[in-house]
């Protein structure tokens, strides 16, 4: 979890880098805050065996209302959520799950994957283990409009 975790935390540190309005200490400590909100909250909505299990739970969510993880760790840096919206996209979904995170800007924006890694072998022979963003893909009526997306590496 703690890779999937620092992410996503660092994801969203570098979407506020961006702006150049936060010092590096203000995105420091935003992120250590971040990082231990998500820890706790996920601490029992984790689950590697089933990655898509708890997964709504687990989603980090901007439309016209601030993510309550993302804005009380803006908090402890002084921001407010209404500034905190003016540094981040107005529509933000991003998932942490176990072995893949990923995001979409707006609600029709491509879904791309910041985090990917295999799953150990299962013990349970049924099969291999779906990503949640292969079955948010199910059932797409119409391709997604193109969308300039940033990508982040590490």
Sequence with gaps: MKTEVSTAVSFITKLLRGTGLLSE???????????????EHYLHHWFPDA?????????????????PLIGKAALTIGLTR????????????????????????????SICVLYESTPP?????TGPVDSCKD????GRASP???FNMMTVSS
């Design 144 to 146: 997604s409009k193109a």
């Design 121 to 125: 072998p299962q013990t349970d022979p």
């Design 25 to 39: 200490e203000q995105l420091h400590h935003f992120s250590l805050s971040l990082e231990e909100a998500l820890g």
């Design 82 to 109: 209404e500034r905190l919206f003016s540094l981040l996209p107005s529509e933000l979904t991003m998932w942490v799950d176990p072995y893949e995170v990923s995001y979409r800007i707006g609600e029709d924006g």
């Design 135 to 138: 079955k948010l893909r199910i």
């Design 51 to 67: 990655p898509c299990r708890g997964s709504g739970y687990r989603c980090i969510r901007i439309n016209h209302k601030m993510d």
